[in-house]
């Protein structure tokens, strides 16, 4: 049997524990501030909880597969993605308040944490169960959500399994589009693609992008996400689905290093 001195041994624990946190330590977000605790009564989906307290909270920088609870129609990864974020839950979760921290259907939008302090979304992103999502103001995260999402889509896991061709559906969407023309006007700057979709850059966002950086997308390919409407026009010659955009971290052009 071979004896390693306890000085040795902990130089080796402690060797571990880097290369460790230097393989994973991008992909996860460790918590900074004040948090809270609070008891999980119910996981609902992969991005929704229920608190003993009666709050309902949706996961803030993610949207996950919906569950079809009707039907049992569920859009692919819904099922893992619940069931991943069941198995990372005790009976107690750390929260954190967003700035903006309630939407239009009175969820309470917080930054979640498990025992150990490591986001919940970051997770979830890491092993392709959910897209990242910038909605101003709340912004915290972005840059280790973005490297978990970058994680899972490397290693083409879970929805990166997937193409990214655009899809007549109301709802969260991810597409790559090619940007024909764009206007602007008091809805904001609106860009035109190949499909039968308009991008939509509403007034309120206007500062997170300069005239030329918006009139750079004409002729070029991009990846966008967000949430995306059919609208109702009598205009034949208007595109029948909008997608808004709030945030620059969610419309970019494709280049070579993230043609995967």
């Not at 041994?9 to 977000?29: E, K, N, P």
């Not at 920088?61 to 819904?78: C, M, R, S, V, Y």
């Not at 959500?145 to 899809?167: I, M, P, S, V």
């Not at 007549?168 to 589009?177: L, Q, T, Y």
Request: charged letters at 25%; glycine letters at 6%.
């Amino acid at each position: 049997m071979i004896v390693i001195p306890l000085k040795k041994r902990q130089v080796c624990l402690a060797l571990f524990l880097f290369l460790s946190f230097a393989a994973h330590g991008d992909a996860t977000c460790v918590a900074t501030g004040t948090l809270e605790k609070a008891q999980i009564k119910r996981v609902v989906d992969g991005d929704t909880v229920h608190l003993t307290d009666g709050r309902k909270v949706r996961l803030v920088g993610i949207d996950t597969p919906e569950l079809d609870h009707k039907k049992g129609n569920h859009e692919p990864f819904a099922i893992e993605a619940t069931q991943f974020l069941r198995s990372r839950l005790d009976q107690f979760v750390y929260l954190q308040e967003s700035k903006n921290d309630q939407d239009r259907y009175g969820r309470y939008l917080y930054y979640l944490f498990d025992k150990d302090r490591i986001s919940l979304t970051s997770q979830l992103l890491s092993e392709g169960l959910g897209y990242r999502i910038a909605i101003p103001p709340n912004l915290a995260y972005q840059d280790c959500f973005e490297a978990a999402e970058d994680t899972a889509r490397n290693a083409h896991k879970g929805l990166w399994q997937q193409n990214l061709q655009w899809q007549p559906k109301a709802g969260f969407a991810i597409s790559r589009v090619n940007i024909t023309s764009i206007t602007q006007n008091r809805g904001g700057w609106w860009l035109e693609t190949d499909q039968d979709l308009v991008i939509n850059l509403p007034p309120n966002t206007i500062d997170y992008w300069s005239a030329q950086t918006v009139f750079a997308f004409e002729g070029r390919e991009i990846e966008v996400r967000g949430w995306q409407h059919q609208r109702k026009s009598r205009y034949s010659d208007f595109k029948s689905w909008v997608l808004s955009v709030r945030h620059p971290n969610d419309l970019r052009e494709i280049n070579v290093s993230n043609k995967h």
